[in-house]
């Protein structure tokens, strides 16, 4: 039998950098970009099928790095996971730092299959 609960796990690149602070412009994960439009380093889209429903039928959340003041002066504005709702349309938005404890309790003890 197969397994009907999926995960599909679409890291956003990072911000590299030249040398010290001088980043080299941006660009998106291509995958991630046409999925939700994020355009933000450091994202992580997680797709979960919904069990029971055929595809596409799925929960999207958008994992994104949090507003802060500080940073914000020098990389510019962050959305945030509240804004990430709002300009993508994403299902749920949370903290990137939240991911991986997310993944852990969400999605291990159920089973899914994996895919990345």
Not at 16 to 35: C, T
Not at 75 to 93: C, H, K, L, Q, Y
């Amino acid at each position: 039998m197969t397994n009907q609960n999926h995960l599909v796990i679409i890291p956003g690149a990072p911000v590299k950098y030249m040398s010290g602070d001088v980043p080299y412009r941006f660009h998106q994960n291509p995958d991630l970009l046409y999925l939700c439009g994020f355009q933000e380093p450091d994202a992580v889209l997680v797709l979960e099928s919904s069990s029971g429903q055929a595809l596409p039928e799925h929960k999207s959340t958008l994992y994104v790095k949090p507003r802060d003041p500080f940073r914000e002066l020098w990389d510019g504005p962050r959305a945030g996971p509240d804004g990430a709702v709002e300009f993508t349309g994403v299902d749920e938005a949370h903290s990137i730092d939240d991911l991986g404890e997310h993944l852990e309790k969400r999605y291990s003890p159920h089973g899914y299959s994996v895919w990345s």
